[in-house]
C-alpha cells in the first residue's frame, strides 16, 4: 500500500529535473534572458530590475517548472576566460541555450567560434539547441535569416539534435515564452539522451 500511494504522490507531484545551460559572449543578453524566465514563469518571483544586471563573473543559477517539468538554469559567464569554464558543465546538461547579441555584427565571427567549439563538444552530442537572435528590439539589428547565414557552416556539425534559432528580446520578454516551451518538449521527448553523470553517480 505505502509503495501504491508512494508511487501515485511522485506521480502526480514530483518534476521531471533537467539542467539548461546558458552561454554566449559576454554582453549577449543571457542573465537579461535568464531574470525575465524567471519572472514569466515563476509566479511570485520579484525579479531584480533589468536594468541593474552586470556582467557574470562565474554563474547564476534560477529554476522554473513549467507543467511537470523543471528545469535549473545555469547561467555562466561570457568573457573569454570564462568560456574556458564552459565544458565543466557540458556532462550533466540536458539542453544548451546559446544566446547571440544580434547588434554586434563585429562580434558575431567571434561568437560563431565559441559556438562551433561547443557544439563539437562530444559531451553534448544530440542535446537540444536554442540558439536565441537577441536584442531584436534594436532596429537595424541582424535578422534571424541574417545569423544563420554567417552560421551556416556550422550546419553540419549540429548534426541531427534538435535545433531552434528564435528571435528574442530578453529586456522585452518577446520570444521568451516561445523559446523556453520549445526547450521544454524538446528535453522531454529526448529519450534518446544517454544518462547524465549526476544519474549514474
Ligand atoms: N536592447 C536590448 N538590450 C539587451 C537585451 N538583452 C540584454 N540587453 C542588454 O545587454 C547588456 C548585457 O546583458 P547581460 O544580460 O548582462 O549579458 P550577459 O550575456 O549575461 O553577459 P556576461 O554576464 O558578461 O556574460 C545589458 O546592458 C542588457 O541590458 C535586449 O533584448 N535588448
Ligand atoms: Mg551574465
Known sequence: MYT????????????????????GLDNAGKTTFLEQTKTKFSKNYK?????????????N?????????????????????LQSLWDKYYAESHG????????DEERLSES??????????????GIPLLVLANKQ?????????DIKTAFSDCAPKIGKRDCLVQPCTALTGDGVNEGIEWMVKCVVRNLLRPPRQKDIT
Open 61 to 81: 543559477i534560477g529554476t522554473i517548472d513549467v507543467g511537470n517539468a523543471r528545469l535549473m538554469f545555469w547561467d555562466l559567464g561570457g568573457q573569454e576566460e
Open 96 to 103: 544548451v541555450i546559446y544566446v547571440i547579441d544580434s547588434t
Open 4 to 23: 501504491l500511494l508512494s508511487g501515485l504522490y511522485k506521480y502526480m507531484f514530483q518534476k521531471d529535473e533537467y539542467c539548461i545551460l546558458i552561454l
Open 112 to 125: 560563431k567560434e565559441a559556438f562551433e567549439k561547443m557544439i563539437t563538444s562530444e559531451s553534448l552530442e
Open 137 to 145: 528590439d534594436v532596429e537595424n539589428c541582424l535578422s534571424v535569416p
Open 47 to 59: 525579479g531584480m530590475s533589468l536594468s541593474k544586471i552586470t556582467t557574470t563573473v562565474g554563474l
